[in-house]
């Protein structure tokens, strides 16, 4: 029918500006993914520093606590 021979060539009209804007928006999408993905590196990075300094401390502790020990026989 006219109808549908009228909506196939307005799709493929529109067909080259569909994949365009499909394109640039998959574009904008793995923009905003490797984002949040290096906010998510810098976060894991932090708590590992924080983990680190705190194992640290507590091996320092240890050591002192041990040594405290050693000082009374305990």
Do not use: G
């Amino acid at each position: 029918t006219i109808m549908q021979l009228f909506n196939t060539s307005i799709t493929q009209a529109l067909q080259p500006w569909l994949y365009k804007q499909m394109k640039e928006d998959i574009d904008d999408y793995n923009e905003k993914i490797l984002k949040q993905e290096e906010k998510i590196t810098a976060f894991e990075d932090r708590y590992y520093s924080k983990f680190a300094k705190m194992e640290k401390a507590l091996s320092s502790l240890e050591s002192k606590n041990n040594a405290v020990s050693q000082l009374f026989n305990l």
